[in-house]
């Protein structure tokens, strides 16, 4: 007999209306297997692409609107509102904290971080919308109205946009 080296378990299941004869018998039994799947693909950052560059270059860029002087960040390519192509601005990476959720699961994106971790919408100083990204500090010290500020790391890390996090701004 041949051997399943990743079988969990086989098993035969009951017919749940009880029929008598079962017109699924043969086809109760039940064979349960664990597969590992991994995949490895290309992805482009394209219009995004001068973002994450100066990410490791350690400014932080967003994007205005010529027409309306809308600010975007993160960044938009076009104006939603006028179609019109935007241009790349630097900002300070000074902000306040808007929102926030405290998370207590590890995730798959961020192995390296370890919960609770907090997630925040923070408003920067010179945007007009807000950015969702890690904070670190303790759950216990973020609030509405945090001082936030963009901080860089040199990696190794996976995707350019783990080069940054928001800490508490303390000066």
Same mark, same amino acid.
């Given at each position: 007999?041949?051997?399943?080296?990743?079988?969990?378990? *086989?098993?035969? !299941?009951?017919?749940?209306?009880?029929?008598?004869?079962?017109?699924?018998?043969?086809?109760?039994? +039940?064979? +349960?297997? %664990?597969?590992?799947?991994?995949?490895? @693909?290309?992805?482009?950052?394209?219009?995004?692409? *001068?973002?994450?560059? %100066?990410?490791?270059?350690?400014?932080?860029?967003?994007?205005?609107?010529?027409?309306?002087?809308?600010?975007?960040?993160?960044? *938009?390519? #076009?104006?939603?509102?006028?179609?019109? +192509?935007? %241009?790349?601005?630097?900002?300070?990476?000074?902000?306040? #904290?808007?929102?926030?959720?405290?998370?207590?699961?590890?995730?798959?994106?961020?192995?390296?971080?370890?919960?609770?971790?907090?997630?925040?919408?923070? *408003?920067? %100083?010179?945007?007009?919308?807000?950015?969702?990204?890690?904070?670190?500090?303790?759950? !216990?010290?973020?609030? +509405?109205?945090?001082?936030?500020?963009?901080? @860089?790391?040199?990696?190794?890390?996976?995707?350019?946009?783990?080069?940054?996090?928001?800490?508490?701004?303390?000066?």
């Amino acid at each position: 007999m041949a051997t399943i080296t990743n079988k969990l378990i *086989r098993l035969t !299941a009951a017919d749940p209306l009880g029929r008598q004869p079962d017109p699924w018998a043969s086809f109760r039994e +039940i064979e +349960i297997i %664990e597969l590992q799947w991994a995949q490895t @693909y290309r992805h482009s950052l394209g219009k995004y692409s *001068r973002f994450f560059v %100066e990410l490791e270059n350690k400014r932080f860029l967003a994007t205005r609107c010529p027409i309306c002087s809308q600010v975007w960040a993160p960044p *938009r390519p #076009v104006c939603p509102d006028h179609l019109a +192509i935007t %241009e790349w601005v630097e900002l300070s990476g000074r902000g306040r #904290v808007e929102s926030f959720s405290i998370l207590h699961h590890p995730s798959a994106m961020v192995p390296y971080i370890q919960p609770p971790y907090v997630l925040a919408y923070v *408003r920067l %100083e010179g945007a007009d919308t807000l950015f969702a990204h890690l904070l670190r500090c303790s759950p !216990a010290e973020v609030h +509405i109205g945090l001082p936030v500020q963009v901080v @860089y790391y040199e990696g190794p890390v996976a995707h350019p946009i783990h080069l940054m996090a928001f800490e508490p701004d303390n000066g």
